[in-house]
């Protein structure tokens, strides 16, 4: 399978804190890529500087093949293959689900006739199962619902590589198995490949194929889901089967700082 996406020696600040020391990583196409770490460790971070919303210490990054330094941003045409689902949703209030999942068009192709843009939009509400929701504003529609209107207007442009942020933080536990249930049939039918923040162990169990697992500024574990949930590292056996191994005794085990 080819690369889609390379980070190569990521290093990422806040002012003097240094948060990613080196990371490096690759995305396949048609895989889903999870993130995974504890609270605090940067997984938010590495997506905001891997998608360029903020400058990077150091690092490239590779999109499709065309590579990009630590202090520049990403080109408009990269920018429309790749969607973004933020952890909020962030659609906004003012607008129907349709003019929401209708700004990246909007933006990207103002000269687009309203007629065909609403049938796009019709098309991508119809893909997440919320066309009846098309006149609706954010204010009347559930969670699971807001998520799944945030995620019609990230694949409003058919992206190749989708990012989310925390995809299912906040929904009961039905709604977010059917919203991964959904980024799977997304990657199946639309082929688009995916960077997935998350924390939600059932989340990671049923849509990663490989993950990267973030500590201290570094990648711990590079593997495929598999392989971690049959780690022997303490720290991955904590994570992925929440048990202290036998041979760290609780003294041990509270000096790992992996507590979400
Ligand atoms: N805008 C910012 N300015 C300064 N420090 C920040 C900023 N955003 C995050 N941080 C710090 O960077 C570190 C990593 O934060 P980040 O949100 O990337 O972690 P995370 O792994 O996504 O956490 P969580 O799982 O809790 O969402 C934290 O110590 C956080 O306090």
Redesign the pocket.
Known sequence: MDEILKVDHLKAS??N?T?LKDISFGVKKGEIRM?L????????????NVLKF?KSDEGTITYFGKSFGPKEGLDSETRMRTGVLF?SGALLADLTVAENAMLPLKRSMPYMPKSQMEAIVADRLEKVHLLHAFHKFPGEISGGMKKRAALARAIALKPELLFC??PSTGLDPVTARSLDELLLELRDTLGVSMVI?S?ELESIKIVCDRFVY?KDGYVLKDATLKEGMESDDPILRHFFNRQCPKEYNAEDFYHFDFI?
Request: aromatic share 4%; charged share 20%.
């Open positions: 806040y002012g804190e948060i993130v770490g504890s609270s605090g460790c940067g997984k938010s971070t590495l997506l905001n903020i952890q942020d925390e923040v924390h973030l979400d």
